[in-house]
Structure formats: structure tokens, C-alpha cells
């Protein structure tokens, strides 16, 4: 059985720019979750959808967007880049929502200059 | 909100040592789940507790759910290198909120 995949592992861009991140989760899993990992905070969680729809929200400003696809897949998009956006986005699949428990990605590594 | 505050940050042990590692929540919980996140990895699920005051053992690992459900730990016998990693707890009701993490480095 095919794991959680995210694309890209790694990625560079410039303050002001954007970036789109990729999720495929595990087939049969439609809740796809969302996590910005840094050092100092930890594991903070972003957005959640399930079937298509958006069904849980973080505290990230509405430069952090996301959307699920009818396959299950997920983008997340960050607009206007900040210094501070630099972390470890990791992507979490669920049968059905987080209490089933989460199988992670293997995340992608942003890092903003 | 809610809260999931996890304790000790960091934790230092020699091999063969115990080791544990405490999450405490401001709110009830409907479950508390932990995952493991090797050093360059990803955070991988190791269990799942849902019930008052339920224990659960994985060979050198046992997990235990409080009473109020509102505080959990996991117990580490026998520390071996191959325990290096990030220890997270994670619960919540509708939302979950993990914890802060535990750092445990096992010096051989």
C-alpha cells in the first residue's frame, strides 16, 4: 500500500513569491490534513479537508490556502512569501479524520530567502 | 483553546535507562494519540488510547490515558539507540492540537 506522497521534498523561493506544495494520501483516505513544522512551535496545524471541502481551520493568515481535488489530493499555496513561512510542511492522511489516526508525509522543506 | 502541553522539552538518558514523558491538556480529550519523528523524519503513529484510565504496551513501550482523560504519559523501559527521536502527543475533541514534542537523546 502506497504511503502518503508530497512534492516537492525540497524547495527554495524568494520573499514575496509564491509556492504550491502536493499531497497524494493513502488511496481510500479523503481527510487530508495540513502542518507547518518549525523548531520553536512545533507541529501547528493549518487546514483540513475532507471531500473536497474545507472542514477545519488553523490560525494562519489567508495567504495559507488550500483545496482538495475528487481524487483526494491536495495542494496547499502560500502567496506572498515571508522569511518566517521557512518550515517543514508536512501533509497527514486519514480514513476519516484525525481521531483514526494520521500517516504522514515525508513533508516538504521550504525555505524562503 | 485548547491546550496540549508537553513535558520535558528535552530529555538525556544513558542506554539502558527509563525514560518518560508527560502531556497534559485544559480540556477533556476524546482520545490522545502519540507518534514517534526520527531525527530528518516524519512524524509515524504509534498508538491510539480512548478510554479513562486505559493502558496499552508496545514490547518496551506503555502508554497510559488518565482518569479525567485530560493528561496521558508514555514510559520507555530499557532505553536502546534506536528510541532517539521525537516523542509528540496529540489530542483534541473536534480540532487536535499536539504537543510541543520531548527531544530524547540516548547516549550509548
Known amino acids: 500500500k502506497a504511503g502518503v506522497t508530497q512534492t516537492p521534498r525540497y524547495l527554495i523561493k524568494t520573499r514575496g513569491q509564491q509556492v504550491t506544495l502536493s499531497c497524494s494520501p493513502i488511496?481510500?483516505?479523503?481527510?487530508v490534513s495540513w502542518y507547518q513544522q518549525t523548531p520553536g512551535q512545533g507541529l501547528q496545524f493549518l487546514f483540513e479537508?475532507?471531500?473536497?471541502?474545507?472542514?477545519n481551520k488553523g490560525n494562519f493568515p489567508g495567504r495559507f490556502s488550500g483545496r482538495q481535488f475528487s481524487n483526494s489530493r491536495s495542494e496547499m499555496n502560500v502567496s506572498t512569501l515571508e522569511l518566517g513561512d521557512s518550515a517543514l510542511y508536512l501533509c497527514?492522511?486519514?480514513?476519516?479524520?484525525?481521531?483514526?489516526?494520521?500517516?504522514f508525509g515525508s513533508g516538504t522543506r521550504l525555505t524562503v530567502v | 483553546g485548547q491546550q496540549v502541553m508537553q513535558i520535558p522539552q528535552y530529555q538525556h538518558v544513558q542506554e539502558g535507562e527509563d525514560f518518560t514523558t508527560y502531556c497534559n491538556s485544559s480540556?477533556?480529550?476524546?482520545?490522545i494519540q502519540w507518534y514517534k519523528q526520527r531525527p530528518g523524519g516524519h512524524p509515524v503513529f504509534l498508538i491510539q488510547?480512548?478510554?479513562?484510565?486505559e493502558v496499552k504496551k508496545q514490547k518496551r513501550l506503555t502508554f497510559q490515558f488518565g482518569e479525567a482523560k485530560k493528561n496521558s504519559s508514555l514510559h520507555i523501559t530499557a532505553t536502546q539507540t534506536t528510541d532517539v527521536g521525537t516523542y509528540f502527543c496529540?489530542?483534541?475533541?473536534?480540532?487536535?492540537?499536539f504537543g510541543i514534542g520531548t527531544k530524547l537523546q540516548v547516549i550509548p
Open positions: 479537508y475532507f471531500s473536497e471541502t474545507q472542514r
Open positions: 497527514a492522511s486519514s480514513s476519516q479524520g484525525w481521531d483514526y489516526g494520521y500517516t
Open positions: 488511496s481510500g483516505h479523503r481527510s
Open positions: 480540556t477533556t480529550l476524546s482520545n
Open positions: 496529540a489530542g483534541g475533541y473536534q480540532k487536535v492540537t
Open positions: 488510547l480512548v478510554k479513562s484510565g
